[in-house]
């Protein structure tokens, strides 16, 4: 996700979450769970996604900003922080409607 502000660690995004911490035993395991849940059509996610979902990534948005310039701000509106915020409101919201 691309988000003005500083890179966000994995202890920040489940503090934010208020969620926790649940540590798969391995590479090979989180393969193996991943290529059945594709398989079984019960998750979305590739079993090629291991290395991002295992690895830390920072994406290096320089080229972006000057490619923007001074319109940077405008289009990359929201920081990272404030994206994932929002992403639970608006579940938050779907389900009261839902519900109510």
Known sequence: MEGRGEPLTFERWIDMAHASLV????????RLVLKLGWKFGIS??????????????????DRLQKF????????IR??????FLDSF???AHAQGSVAG
């Open 23 to 30: 540590r798969s035993p391995g590479k090979w395991a989180m």
């Open 44 to 61: 979305s996610i590739p079993p090629e996604a291991v290395p991002y979902m295992t690895g830390e990534y920072i994406m290096n948005t």
């Open 68 to 75: 923007l310039g001074q319109d940077y701000e405008k289009v």
């Open 78 to 83: 929201h920081t990272n922080a404030d994206a």
């Open 89 to 91: 409101a608006a579940q």
